[in-house]
């Protein structure tokens, strides 16, 4: 059995999470996955998705103008989505699709110039 096939990523509240977080409510993601990562046991899958709360975080304070929660929120994300991926999330592509929703240099007005969404694998990992 793979690692998308297990875990968090079957859990109801990581779809509701994400579909949260691709409609752009980055504080309802967070609060649906929260819950879902304090049911998790220790371990990888655990850092992950506390890496996804902390992105999610971290576009939410973009939204309401708050540049160093932003930037505090995004340098703790990306140091637990140092991966590939988790389960069947691709997260290369998820923090890509963050970074590009907030451009080269992130307005302080809030504005996203995109949308960013949870990217999902068609790979089976290695």
């Known amino acids: 059995m793979s690692a998308a096939e297990t875990g968090p990523w079957l859990d109801p509240r990581f779809a509701e999470g994400a579909a949260h977080y691709d409609a752009g409510r980055y504080f309802e993601a967070h609060e649906a996955w929260e819950h879902l990562w304090r049911a998790q046991p220790a371990g990888q899958e655990k850092t992950w998705l506390q890496g996804l709360i902390q992105l999610a975080v971290s576009l939410e304070h973009h939204r309401r103008g708050n540049p160093r929660g932003r930037d505090g929120q995004w340098a703790k994300a990306a140091a637990k989505l140092d991966a590939p991926r988790a389960g069947p999330v691709d997260l290369v592509a998820t923090i890509a699709e963050a970074r590009a ?18 990217c999902y694998s068609v790979e089976e990992p290695a």
């Open 101 to 118: 929703s907030l451009g080269s240099t992130p307005s302080v007005s809030g504005a996203f110039l995109s949308r960013p969404r949870v």
